[in-house]
């Protein structure tokens, strides 16, 4: 008898469905991602005959669409059962192209999550293609394709081969440029905080902070602001004038979209974007579970709603009420928060656990040690979502000392509320003195310090994709892949946490942005993604959003083409070439800087060039501290000596050993500053602030 073929992506999805569906009369295959696409060797988008693309079969696909081709015709019908995307729906269009399928035919089906229940309830259900999402998905190809194929080979003929321009790359380059010239620009502002340590009747203290003079607030820009209230309280006793007790409540957070997924585990778990997509993948497409095997544990990750399906609420509700009790729910709201201003294509349901009942501990040995890390980030994350706030009982003590007013703060947690569950930050009570009011509380001493104000961070991953969502550039699917390419172009690098702009991308980010201004602007790229979700919604036409695009576009290049002078990135040095004795220079590869012999072509010496970083090894005492690359491109500091002495350590060693245990020191970047810490993790000894 004929089976039913059911196409999806990836070969581990096509695993888990078909345990559900059944060999008997369910055939699953893989399509492996697209089957067609432009060719990478041409334009592949006829400019004159309306934009139309020119799709070829993928080479290397050859043997895959026979495979596909042969089960179709042998079944009696075919379901493309793709992501439920844009990117999804047009591999599903160009498969259904392959395999000869109307595109009017209901052959398409979609599901959420990929569980047992969901699969069989998208077979009964099954409908047409949508040809508005594949509009949309081909605006951004062929916009995509018009701008790195004609911008692109001016940067190779300009400054080097092997470079790319790109609609959102492009854009994302140039936010941390911007970002890296603002700290250049920089300049620290002093200011000064003063508080006090006010002594009760027990000996008990509690610190007030300065708040106003003369019932002003006034800011302290240097010491002698702060000398002038000094003079004026010195010999003076604390009069407490006010206590105010407060109750605050504090909101769960929503479940996960893929951009605050990324930030959080970038922050809590220190995964980048690429990593933290390709684990929730896997979760999203099937882990073999003891005892159940193979099964979707998170719904789909490409999604910018947190919507939840009425049947999810439900399941967590009972989930929340039997293990935790009345008091620990509250109904869940689908309402937008306030300052939620981005349109949402809420195409999907937020990322949750297809099973609240399957808790992190009750698949933790079927997990990886990462899987498991984020699989219980989301489960909790959904779970708070649908409980009762924290409430903090608050209480500020308003001092006056002369006509200085300080005060005091505490905090006191009162109900845990949904932190029982989301507590992936430690917190401390911070419990005041019993005092009253008229109480004079003696001074034990002054505190003045002097601050200075900080350059802005540098972007890391998880600040660039909360810019980039807020900004409205890009859209779930892309802010991993756009973070990748710039750092595999070298356009970027990460040093620790931080993204830093290299010498390469600011050079071919200036030039965009002189001759192309328009299309790494980043309102343009925002606009051009409404436009995209505009051709979703079936209100414009594809091909005129190309068109309108191109037309600026054509006449760019054109000029660019001759404004544009050759740039010679080129860097000579003081290094002698042991063959020919002529001078090394620093030249860009493929695979980044390199030294080669300034005589080339007629010597050919070449040789690494070795970043040195001025600091001796702490642990062979006689190499050089140099910084190098892993395989994935992250910086890291080793020895000159290697493979001799095998030092390696992510951190920039100082040279100097730590004072406590004699370990040597490194540099540690926070959110506002760069820290001397000991590099010893059981040592908490720290040094001076790096300017």
Avoid at 71 to 84: C, G, H, M, N, Q
Avoid at 331 to 340: A, I, L, M, V, W
Avoid at 468 to 497: C, D, F, W
Avoid at 642 to 661: A, N, Q, R, V
Wanted: glycine residues 6%; charged residues 30%; contains cysteine.
């Amino acid at each position: 008898m004929a089976k039913t073929l059911v196409i999806v992506e990836s070969p581990a999805k096509a695993k888990t469905i078909e345990k559900f569906l059944g060999k008997s009369h369910y055939t699953v295959k893989a399509s492996v991602g697209h089957v067609r696409d432009l060719p990478k060797s041409t334009l592949g988008v006829d400019i004159e005959n309306n934009f139309e693309p020119r799709y070829i079969n993928i080479r290397g696909k050859g043997d895959l669409i026979k495979e596909l081709k042969k089960e179709a015709k042998k079944s009696k019908r075919v379901y493309l059962a793709t992501d439920p995307d844009r990117e999804g729906e047009a591999i599903s269009w160009h498969l259904a192209y392959i395999l000869g399928i109307d595109t009017d035919d209901e052959c398409r089906i979609e599901f959420n999550e990929i569980t047992k229940d969901a699969i069989k309830k998208a077979i009964k259900n099954p409908r047409s293609l949508d040809l508005k999402l594949v509009d949309a998905q081909q605006a951004r190809r062929v916009l995509d394709r018009l701008l790195g194929y004609q911008i692109s080979p001016i940067l190779w003929l300009k400054v080097r081969k092997g470079l790319s321009a790109g609609r959102v790359q492009s854009v994302t380059t140039k936010l941390i440029c911007e970002k890296e010239r603002e700290i250049n620009d920089f300049v620290p502002k002093e200011y000064w905080t003063l508080d006090i340590e006010g002594k009760t009747e027990n000996g008990e203290i509690a610190l007030f902070k300065f708040v106003s003079l003369n019932n002003e607030k006034i800011e302290l820009n240097n010491e002698e602001d702060v000398n002038n209230i000094l003079k004026n309280i010195e010999n003076e006793n604390l009069i407490v004038e006010k206590i105010e007790s407060k109750t605050r409540r504090k909101s769960a957070p929503k479940p996960y979209t893929t951009s605050v997924l990324q930030q959080d585990a970038a922050n809590k778990l220190s995964f980048t974007t690429k990593k933290t997509m390709i684990i929730a993948q896997e979760l999203y497409e099937g882990v073999d579970i003891e005892g159940e095997g193979t099964v979707g544990l998170i719904s789909y990750i490409r999604t910018d709603s947190k919507r939840i399906s009425d049947e999810a609420k439900e399941k967590a509700k009972s989930f929340i009420l039997d293990e935790l009790g009345e008091k620990y729910y509250k109904e869940y709201s689908d309402k937008k928060d306030g300052k939620e201003k981005k349109k949402v294509q809420d195409a999907h349901e937020a990322i949750r656990p297809t099973s609240v009942i399957r808790t992190p501990m009750s698949v933790k040995n079927s997990l990886s040690k990462d899987q498991f890390k984020l699989y219980n980030l989301i489960w909790r994350r959904f779970v708070a979502s649908q409980m009762e706030d924290s409430i903090f009982d608050v209480l500020n003590i308003d001092c006056r000392i002369g006509d200085a007013l300080f005060r005091a703060t505490g905090s006191v947690m009162k109900f845990e509320g949904y932190t029982k569950i989301y507590n992936f930050t430690e917190r401390e009570d911070k419990i005041l003195p019993a005092i009253n009011e008229g109480d004079e509380l003696k001074v034990n001493q002054f505190i003045p310090v002097q601050h200075f104000t900080q350059p802005p961070a540098r972007f890391t991953e998880a600040s660039l994709v909360k810019t980039l969502e807020e900004l409205g550039i890009g859209r779930p699917s892309t802010y991993a892949p756009t973070i990748a390419t710039i750092l595999n172009r070298g356009y970027v690098e990460k040093q620790g946490t931080s993204l830093h702009p290299t010498e390469l991308g600011i050079i071919v980010t200036d030039i965009l942005n002189i001759n192309f201004q328009k299309f790494i602007d980043v309102d343009f790229t925002a606009q051009m993604e409404n436009k995209l979700d505009e051709i979703e919604e079936g209100n414009i036409q594809w091909k005129s959003v190309v068109s309108e695009a191109y037309e600026p576009l054509k006449e760019a290049i054109e000029e660019a083409k001759e404004k544009i002078q050759k740039i010679n990135m080129d860097e000579e040095t003081d290094e002698i070439c042991e063959l020919c004795g002529s001078n090394m220079v620093i030249k860009y590869g493929r695979f980044g800087k390199f030294m080669a012999c300034k005589n080339y072509p007629e010597c050919k010496n070449t040789k690494p060039l070795v970043n040195k970083v001025g600091v001796k090894c702490p642990k062979c005492k006689d190499g050089e501290i140099i910084l190098r690359k892993s395989k994935k491109g992250k910086a890291f500091y080793g020895c000159s000596n290697y493979p001799e002495c095998d030092f390696i350590s992510w951190y920039k060693p100082t040279g100097k050993l730590c004072k406590e245990c004699g370990s040597y020191m490194i540099e540690k970047q926070t959110k506002n500053e760069t820290k001397e810490v000991c590099s010893n993790k059981e040592c908490k000894a720290e040094g001076k602030i790096i300017e």
